[in-house]
């Protein structure tokens, strides 16, 4: 089982310091401008956690001993390379679409195993993957690295939202 290296934990750092942004938006959760995106700032938040969540769940339950690294392009490209998503362009799965109505309550209890899925993660070999739509088969460091990249893509839509520079 290979350890965590400087630049899985580089990342690591990269994802958390980006969850303590999400909860700082927790109190306008309710907030909305349909000119900047037809969901709320909550329905950013809790689809973010969710991934997050359900990305570190699929790693955990992996099988290392049936991963294999394949090249994508897309991967390469977007989490890599530019480190963004273009908006409005994907449908997230509808294992982590948010439910009609958000509540405070729910966003802490998953921003808690979000927490505690980031403190475990060193903890996870090398080559536990989760499986993503477009980019294939990630391994650990490739998902932290997806995650921080698609964390911080409805960051921005929640600063766009509520216009609030970082």
């Known amino acids: 089982m290979k350890k965590l290296v400087f630049s899985d934990m580089g990342n690591l750092q ?16 309710e907030k909305t401008n349909q000119s900047v995106s037809k969901s709320s700032v909550g329905w950013h938040l809790d689809h973010s956690l969710k991934v997050v969540n359900s990305v570190f769940r699929s790693l955990e339950i992996s099988d290392v001993e049936t991963y294999k690294w394949t ?25 982590v679409l948010p439910k009609e109505v958000i509540s405070i309550e729910d966003l802490q209890e998953q921003l808690s195993q979000t927490q505690k899925h980031i403190h475990d993660a060193g903890s996870l070999p090398f080559n536990a993957n989760a499986k993503h739509p477009l980019f294939g088969q990630l391994n650990k460091k490739e998902s932290i690295a997806f995650l921080s990249v698609h964390t911080e893509h409805h960051l921005k839509i929640v600063r766009d939202i509520l216009q609030k520079k970082q």
């Open 14 to 29: 990269t994802l958390s310091l980006k969850v303590g942004e999400l909860e700082r938006y927790f109190p306008e959760f």
């Open 71 to 95: 090249f994508s392009f897309s991967r390469w490209w977007f989490c890599y390379v530019v480190k963004t998503f273009p908006r409005g362009k994907a449908k997230a799965p509808k294992s």
